[in-house]
């Protein structure tokens, strides 16, 4: 009914006791379908074109964001060869018998390409607007930046507001830039958050965090696979791929960031509806079993009939079960 799916009944006790959120950025924090804003090169369309059809041999959302933009214009792709893609740096291949590079400063520096001063420039003003720079490079020379934004969801920001009442930090993961990361963290409204960091990376950190106490990881992508089962509790958005929907302890169904709260107040409202329920069974039957045997007869006290007695222990398993029902008014 709230669209929120506990795959097992250790994640209803263990989401209760959290006390730190972690979130991925694409797709989680932000709707997933980030678009080219900014192509910045002496010659935008052969930029995009060359950057376009390498990218097209990718499933990144970064690189079908590329893809998108140059059939928009128009541009028809070129055939690659000898694709490659490096995890968390960016992708490469050979078009026309040239090598293209696309990806992140990480990149280009293992390939020992240099930035001009003017594009250096250009990386950190993209950077600062809370966009994702993506550098092409043909042979050893950057032809250009080409800009890609991905907007927030418009629950992100209230959600993270719902949680930080609740005293749980929030920390912001991705594979962005420290400027990029920042921008974005800012506009969240995330306690803290880690920037450029690999899917094996993401893995540690939440391996580090859980030193400190109970953690949770909301994701996405299959990137987000190895996180979310090295959380004590993952939790998926209801756009995630197949495999983090596997991975994950708890689903969002309804694809709403909103619901990450909703499930934490759902986990404490049935924990306490349990133990409501044992602190209310052991007391019944520490005074209901004495009356029934006769034991209070020896001081002088009360015995219930055997008709009685049986009464007794069916009103005392018709009281769990009403106080249990009450978990349906929660909304």
Known sequence: RLGILFRHAAAIEQLKQVKTIIFDKTGTLTEGKPK?????????ETTLLLAASVEQDSEHPLSRAVVTEAKEKGLALLPTKQFQAWVGKGIEAFVQDKLIRIGNPSLMTEATIQLTKKQEEQLAMLSDQGKTPLLVAQEQQLIGIIAVADTLRKETVAAIEELKELNIKTIMLTGDNERT?????????????????????????????????????????????????????GIAVG???DVARETADVVLVRNNLRDVTKAYQLSKATMRNIYQNLFWAFFYNTLGIPLATGVFTLFGGPQLSPMFAAFAMSMSSVCVVLNALRLNRFK
């Open 181 to 233: 990361a920042k921008a974005i963290a800012l506009k969240a409204g995330v306690d803290s958050y880690l920037a450029q960091q690999l899917p094996e990376q993401k893995e540690q950190a939440i391996a580090d965090f859980a030193k400190q106490g109970m953690v949770a990881m909301v994701g996405d992508g299959i990137n987000d696979a190895p996180a979310l089962a090295k959380a004590d509790v």
């Open 239 to 241: 756009s995630a791929t």
């Open 36 to 44: 080219v804003t900014d192509i910045l090169s002496d010659d935008p």
